[in-house]
Antibody
Framework: EVQLVESGGGLVQPGRSLKLSCLASGFTFSNYGMNWIRQAPGKGLEWVAS????????YYADTVKGRFTISRDNAKNTLYLQMTSLRSEDTALYYC????????????WGQGVMVTVSS | DIRMTQSPASLSASLGETVNIECLASEDIYSDLAWYQQKPGKSPQLLIYNANSLQNGVPSRFSGSGSGTQYSLKINSLQSEDVATYFC?????????FGGGTKLELK
């Protein structure tokens, strides 16, 4: 069974940093591109960042480019999102999501981890 | 960026009814469209991909159609477990973008 379990969220002050993790199991992690997608409270979905299976290709939404860094450790089956210079508008539930092999839609999602940016 | 506009934003329907949700892309996305269902307090689940392909395990009362810029999700014979918010997503062009969502409630 495919499982994606996020961790590392919490309350953080504006301008500070936070690192999210997503532990994957139930599939060959190193074969799949992975993504972070967020959802502000009561709002819709916003794709944040993508990383290919071997980390060769990385993409970011303009809203986080230069502040967030996506990475992965295939030996540990873990996806990361390093978030710096956090803003109140980054407050959201952050989902880790697996993309299908040949395209850019998402077939498995984690349960999400909440990040609250507030003083 | 490709803008995805869903309608209606909310919808109330009765059990057994047929429901249609629309998704309009700001440019041609060549059927690179997925639909997701998000039940209250849960993460999104993939229903449809490539505009009209049903994801494994999804009930056959769900179907997708459309081409070009106009797409729709149809739910036949609405069940109580279909109460959820539905999102469309285009993956034709980076950045991947989602519609604003359609909240489906029971009448």
């Amino acid at each position: 069974e495919v499982q994606l379990v996020e961790s590392g969220g919490g309350l953080v002050q504006p301008g500070r940093s936070l690192k999210l993790s997503c532990l994957a199991s139930g599939f060959t992690f190193s074969n799949y591109g992975m993504n972070w997608i967020r959802q502000a409270p009561g709002k819709g979905l916003e794709w944040v960042a993508s990383i290919s299976s071997s980390s060769s290709y990385i993409y970011y939404a303009d809203t986080v480019k230069g502040r967030f860094t996506i990475s992965r450790d295939n030996a540990k089956n873990t996806l990361y999102l390093q978030m710096t210079s956090l803003r109140s508008e980054d407050t959201a539930l952050y989902y880790c999501a697996r993309k299908v092999l040949q395209s850019y839609y998402f077939d498995y999602w984690g349960q999400g981890v909440m990040v609250t940016v507030s003083s | 960026d490709i803008r995805m506009t869903q309608s209606p934003a909310s919808l109330s329907a009765s059990l057994g009814e047929t429901v249609n949700i629309e998704c309009l892309a700001s440019e041609d996305i060549y059927s690179d469209l997925a639909w997701y269902q998000q039940k209250p307090g849960k993460s999104p689940q993939l229903l449809i991909y490539n505009a009209n392909s049903l994801q494994n395990g999804v009930p056959s009362r769900f179907s997708g159609s459309g081409s070009g810029t106009q797409y729709s999700l149809k739910i036949n014979s609405l069940q109580s477990e279909d109460v959820a918010t539905y999102f469309c997503q285009q993956y034709n062009n980076y950045p991947w973008t989602f519609g604003g969502g359609t909240k489906l409630e029971l009448k």
